[in-house]
Structure formats: structure tokens, C-alpha cells
T-cell receptor, first 114, second 113 residues
Framework: NAGVTQTPKFQVLKTGQSMTLQCAQDMNHEYMSWYRQDPGMGLRLIHYSVGAGITDQGEVPNGYNVSRSTTEDFPLRLLSAAPSQTSVYFC?????????????FGPGTRLTVL | RKEVEQDPGPFNVPEGATVAFNCTYSNSASQSFFWYRQDCRKEPKLLMSVYSSGNEDGRFTAQLNRASQYISLLIRDSKLSDSATYLCVVNVGYGGSQGNLIFGKGTKLSVKP
């Protein structure tokens, strides 16, 4: 199993550009999430999905869109990049055993918006 | 606001030392609790779940105090490889949805030779 994979690893954008961060998991997990991690802020949930075709907003959804057409993939789209979106982005999938949710994280995408 | 609070550290300890981290949470409806470990420039990884009765995994012991709403992590006989940031995570909801997972900002541990 590859686990959770993310592409690209690094990206530099100019203000106003759009792009899609890719995330895929091969563990057949129903739940997937996107987080951003900023210095001093910890991990903040952007969007999440509890299954194909179902998505919901997290704590900081503005400026981002998601879709979940398959169980495996959960792309994150930046509509019009802003410097405030400079961050490290983590995708995660969740395994629920006995009611406990364990998050498996991808390696992250380091995004810089100029 | 749902919050999970941790001392950011850094905790600088010598090899072999015992070190303890605390974490407090504000939502009394919180259902489950975890410690994650994050190495520098890497993704977080689950270290251990925290059970009401307390639990141990080798040199690591986790405790939960629901009445005082805090969680602790004790590391005995610290190794250089324990150097990392430790994240306290609380699930404030039901049903296992990750929309209810709240992450603390982390406590940084540095173990010195």
C-alpha cells in the first residue's frame, strides 16, 4: 500500500493563479480531509468528506473547493491564490475502528504564493 | 470556541530523562483523545490513543483526566529519536467524522546527547 499520496510536493504560484492539489489513498477509507499547517497555528481543517459525493466545510474553507467523485481521490482546488494561502497542506484519510478515528496523513504540499 | 491547548515548549532534555507534556481541552463533550508525533518537515503520525483508564506503550504512557479536562503524555528514558513535535488531538463529536477532530498546536521536544 502506498497509503496517502500527494502531488506536487512543492509549488510556487503567483497571486490570482489557480491550481489543484492532488490527494489519493489506496486504503479504501471513507473519510478524507484537507488541512493546512501554519507556524504557530497548528493544523486547521479546510474541507472534509465522509464518502464519495459528500463533502463539507471545515474551519477555514474560504478560497478552496473540493470534490469527491471516487473513494480514492480528494483534490483541493485553489480558486485564485493569495499570499495568505502560503502554507503546508496535508491530506489525510481516516480509519475508524471501534469508534476511534485514526488519521493517516500524506507527506504534504508546500505552497508559496507570491 | 473548541480549543485544545498545549505548552509549545521547546522542552530540552538530556538522553535518558523523563519528560511529561500536558494538554487541556475546553469541550466537555469530547469523545476520544490521541497523541500524534510530527517530525520536522514531515507529516503527523499517530503515536497513541488515550483511554480513560490510561495506557502504556513501551516508554510512553498516556493519561486522561476527564474531570479536569486534560491529557498527559509521559516519555521515560528519552532517546535522541524522540525529538519531535507532539500534537494533542481531541475528537469532540460522535460518529467518527473527522470534522470533529481538533488539533493542538504541538509541544516541541528536543533530546540532547
Amino acid at each position: 500500500n502506498a497509503g496517502v499520496t500527494q502531488t506536487p510536493k512543492f509549488q510556487v504560484l503567483k497571486t490570482g493563479q489557480s491550481m489543484t492539489l492532488q490527494c489519493a489513498q489506496d486504503m479504501n477509507h471513507e473519510y478524507m480531509s484537507w488541512y493546512r499547517q501554519d507556524p504557530g497555528m497548528g493544523l486547521r481543517l479546510i474541507h472534509y468528506s465522509v464518502g464519495a459525493g459528500i463533502t463539507d466545510q471545515g474551519e477555514v474553507p474560504n478560497g478552496y473547493n473540493v470534490s469527491r467523485s471516487t473513494t480514492e481521490d480528494f483534490p483541493l482546488r485553489l480558486l485564485s491564490a493569495a499570499p495568505s494561502q502560503t502554507s503546508v497542506y496535508f491530506c489525510a484519510s481516516s480509519d475508524r475502528i471501534s469508534g476511534l478515528v485514526t488519521q493517516y496523513f500524506g507527506p504534504g504540499t508546500r505552497l508559496t504564493v507570491l | 470556541r473548541k480549543e485544545v491547548e498545549q505548552d509549545p515548549g521547546p522542552f530540552n532534555v538530556p538522553e535518558g530523562a523523563t519528560v511529561a507534556f500536558n494538554c487541556t481541552y475546553s469541550n466537555s463533550a469530547s469523545q476520544s483523545f490521541f497523541w500524534y508525533r510530527q517530525d520536522c518537515r514531515k507529516e503527523p503520525k499517530l503515536l497513541m490513543s488515550v483511554y480513560s483508564s490510561g495506557n502504556e506503550d513501551g516508554r510512553f504512557t498516556a493519561q486522561l483526566n476527564r474531570a479536569s479536562q486534560y491529557i498527559s503524555l509521559l516519555i521515560r528514558d528519552s532517546k535522541l529519536s524522540d525529538s519531535a513535535t507532539y500534537l494533542c488531538v481531541v475528537n469532540v463529536g460522535y460518529g467518527g467524522s473527522q470534522g470533529n477532530l481538533i488539533f493542538g498546536k504541538g509541544t516541541k521536544l528536543s533530546v540532547k546527547p
